[in-house]
């Protein structure tokens, strides 16, 4: 069987965060959040890298990121861009923001032949959750009851992944009494406030939630058997919301289609590893200090690629 590969989605505009967030470094010695990223998935057993960026932003990252995993890795680039579009759809005129995270996986579609696991390149997810990825991706696992595809999605405690400086999205997961994913619910303003936390629901009606609900933060495994599927619920997608200037094709969204339509079945493998990442400005110095912390505990070297 293939060595995995590890899919990093770097395309995001970066709107909340104020520029490049992909790009700013975290680290002592520079490193940005996907180096470690990178790092926990090269000793987990990924020996490639395919990374989903935007054509404008090509020549800085392949400068101050991609340069220094090219004589470690196998490295491929691929582009997302708002008019590359299946089933003869074209982006609406003027459009230039990204179509989202399942239009970006089905990008790289074409640079993939080997089961592969999927991030987003501003979160950090920990040295477990490649672990377990690399495991569930490397093992000659039971096949899924055709034609459904197989896949995994490391689940995150709700209460480790939010922001202390405004809401986050988060996808609420449900899985059955196997640890097989059943839903995602897309959940778009979660935020702790008066010691809770809650989502600010439409018309004005708040939920809580415990913090022990498992989320999906877009850590996922999959086999390239899984694009297929994931070019049919674009194209329909694309037919209900093609002229929408703002809609976007999230993959959880995606992959619970998946599931819903017998076409996926996805093994949940919870994690207590801690999540953060960079969602607004103000994340910055708390996640240069959770690295120190980690590199003072011995997790990582102070420079990773000394």
């Known amino acids: 069987m293939a060595t995995p590969a590890l899919v990093i989605l770097a395309a995001g505009m970066g709107s909340r965060y104020g520029g490049l967030k992909q790009i700013e470094p975290v680290g002592p010695g520079g490193e940005v959040v996907l180096d470690y990223s990178v790092f926990d998935a090269q000793r987990a057993g990924f020996t490639d ?3 989903v960026i935007r054509r404008d932003i090509e020549a800085a990252f392949r400068e ?9 890795l196998n490295i491929r ?6 008019g590359r579009l299946p089933g003869g759809h074209r982006s609406p005129p003027g459009r230039t923001k990204p179509w989202g995270t399942g239009h970006a996986l089905w990008c790289a579609s074409e640079a993939l032949a080997q089961p592969f696991a999927v991030i987003n390149a501003d979160d950090f997810y920990g040295s477990d959750s490649f672990r377990r990825l690399g495991q569930f991706l490397g093992a000659p696992a039971a096949e899924a009851v055709a034609p459904a ?3 995994c999605m490391v689940g995150f405690k709700l209460a480790r992944t939010l922001s202390e400086f405004g809401t986050v999205s988060r996808g609420i997961c449900q899985a059955d009494a196997a640890g097989r994913l059943g839903t995602v619910e897309e959940c778009p303003a979660i935020g702790r406030k008066a010691g809770k936390i809650l989502h600010e629901g439409t018309g004005g009606a708040a939920r809580e939630f415990t913090g022990n609900e498992i989320v999906s933060m877009n850590c996922w495994g999959f086999s390239p ?3 297929p599927f994931l070019e049919k619920h674009l194209v329909a997608f694309l037919d209900a919301k093609g002229t929408d200037p703002k809609a976007e094709f999230y993959l959880p969204s995606a992959v619970a289609a998946m599931i819903r339509r017998g076409e996926a079945t996805v093994d949940v493998l919870s994690t207590e590893a801690d999540w953060f990442g960079v969602t607004y400005r103000e ?4 996640v240069v200090a959770a690295l120190r912390r980690l590199i003072a505990a011995g997790v990582y070297p102070e420079k990773l690629w000394a």
């Not at 101050?64 to 470690?72: A, D, I, N, S, T």
């Not at 680039?77 to 708002?82: A, M």
Request: aromatic share 18%.
């Open 49 to 51: 890298v395919v990374f």
């Open 64 to 72: 101050q990121v991609g340069r220094r995993f090219e004589p470690r």
């Open 77 to 82: 680039y691929v582009f997302q861009e708002s």
């Open 149 to 151: 595809v197989r896949g």
């Open 225 to 227: 058997g899984v694009f």
């Open 283 to 286: 994340d910055h110095p708390q």
